[in-house]
């Protein structure tokens, strides 16, 4: 892409970047004269409309936020079958970085930044647009000390369906339960994310780490955050009774929009208390049970067990969750809840993989069946499913190369270029004999191509005797 002109504005310098669907390059505006960050769809993405018909409606949605901490998309398009989006080019540094040189900030600070994050949240909200990938990687510090949002292009209007209902979107480190589970988001998974990356923030380090992707969701699906080692850090009760409502598991037990966290963070930031009703309940005030709680919890966690007989996965996920809420080490509601949450996502997958599948969009049903084959091998029929979306979408690809050779030699042909005719047409007959009137073409393009050819061999020997002639 280097050096190549998009929309006949957009001239591309270098890779600044990549993310999950497409390259991230500087480009300048010839129009405006003006340096811009041009996001460049994957060729690979290209070839399946789902995708694209995504990138498109996302972009729309992008480009109403108007927001002094929001990224701002400028402009979109297509060029040539190259899918691109245009956003303002942001001189900084993004959060991911300043963590890893700094380690962890002063809570004060690590607080003011959440609440610029919070306004972006704000501005999306109200557009109905979840962003559905927040974590530092997306949160950029420009040299004015302003914060700005990254990568809208994944979010999600709430009104609208989404092409893959369960895609994994978004890194499993900064994942809300919900999202991680497949089920449908808002907001508050937002909040969530933002919560994990408050945490980074405060202790230099993430809440949940291990080797795989799926280990990590399961933490995410039912384990508590660490508690703050209180030697090392010097964070107030306030702001940990913030965080630890920003990271309740039921979405209904956090703040509920972002106006409401930021007047959560500014009521900390002036050294107001956190009222009790607002904090979570402490591990000692959990264990104090009355024999009607030990009664309730027995009746809950029972009818989570006849959910997951029952592969009601959700309904089970939300009465475990009920269980731990009461009593965090009840029995192995955690274990329990963890394999439920496993469950809903697996099925989320196979029953988008389905629908994908359905309509023909290959690739989309790939992602979610290899996804659930990594995980469970055996589960269902999704091994068997992945092979034939894999052979379907070779099969599309090699129809898609036949019709293009084809279109090539045709163009060769009327120009009489004879050889370079020969040459596609007899790819096509290879991969498909009957295909249109190659049976005619392709013949007549070969007896052309030999003609011309032993013509030229023939004028050349004429003239190579006449050189030779002259000489002597």
């Given at each position: 892409m280097i050096g190549e002109v998009l929309g006949n504005r957009y001239k591309i310098s270098h890779e600044?970047?990549?993310?999950?669907?497409?390259?991230?390059?500087?480009?300048?505006?010839?129009?405006?004269?003006?340096?811009?960050?041009?996001?460049?769809?994957?060729?690979?993405?290209?070839?399946d409309m789902a995708y694209v018909q995504r990138f498109i409606r996302e972009a729309k949605l992008a480009i109403q936020i108007s927001n002094k901490h929001v990224v701002r998309i400028l402009d979109y398009g297509a060029d040539r079958d190259?899918?691109?989006?245009?956003m303002e080019n942001i001189q900084g540094k993004d959060l991911s970085t300043i963590l890893r040189e700094r380690g962890k900030l002063p809570w004060?600070?690590?607080?003011?930044?959440?609440?610029?994050?919070?306004?972006?949240?704000?501005?999306?909200?109200?557009?109905?647009v979840v962003h559905r990938d927040i974590k530092p990687q997306n949160i950029m510090i420009t040299q004015e000390n302003r914060v700005k949002v990254l990568d809208f292009g994944i979010a999600r209007a709430r009104a609208l369906p989404s092409l893959t209902q369960s895609g994994f979107l978004g890194s499993p480190y900064y994942i809300s339960p919900e999202q991680a589970m497949g089920e449908a988001v808002d907001i508050r998974s937002d909040i969530y994310s933002l919560g994990i990356a408050l945490y980074e923030m405060l202790t230099g380090k993430t809440p949940f780490d291990a080797s795989s992707p799926w280990s990590i969701i399961r933490q995410h699906i039912a384990n508590e955050p660490p508690k703050f080692n209180k030697q090392d850090l010097d964070v107030p009760p306030p702001v940990e009774a913030l965080l630890d409502k920003m990271l309740t598991k039921d979405p209904e037990d956090r703040y509920q929009t972002p106006g409401e966290l930021l007047a959560a963070i500014e009521s900390t930031l002036r050294g107001r208390v956190v009222s009790p009703q607002e904090s979570q309940k402490t591990r000692q005030e959990k264990?104090?049970?009355?024999?009607?709680?030990?009664?309730?919890?027995?009746s809950l966690y029972q009818r989570a067990e006849e959910a997951v007989q029952s592969e009601d996965w959700s309904r089970a996920v939300n009465l475990f969750n009920r269980v731990i809420k009461i009593d965090s080490h009840y029995q192995d509601a955690s274990e329990r809840l963890a394999y439920a949450g496993l469950q809903a996502r697996l099925a989320a997958l196979y029953h988008a993989a389905q629908a994908a599948l359905t309509k023909e969009r290959w690739q989309e049903a790939i992602d979610e069946l290899s996804e659930i084959v990594t995980v469970e091998p055996n589960y269902r029929n999704a091994a068997n499913l992945l092979t034939q979306a894999g052979i379907a979408l070779a099969e599309d690809k090699n129809r898609e190369r036949i019709a293009n050779l084809y279109e090539k030699g045709l163009a060769y042909y009327q120009e009489k270029k004879w050889q370079e005719a020969d040459d596609c047409f007899s790819q096509v007959f290879e991969a498909d004999s009957s295909y249109k009137d190659i049976c005619r073409l392709y013949p007549d393009a070969r007896r052309r191509a030999q003609w011309s050819q032993s013509l030229f061999v023939r004028v050349g020997k004429k003239l190579s005797r006449w050189v030779n002639k002259d000489t002597e």
């Open positions: 600044i970047g990549a993310g999950g669907m497409a390259w991230v390059y500087l480009a300048e505006d010839l129009v405006e004269q003006t340096n811009v960050a041009v996001k460049v769809l994957y060729p690979h993405y290209n070839k190259v899918h691109y989006l245009v004060q600070e690590a607080l003011e930044i959440t609440a610029q994050v919070t306004l972006a949240l704000d501005a999306a909200n109200m557009h109905g264990t104090q049970f009355s024999q009607a709680h030990k009664l309730l919890l027995s």
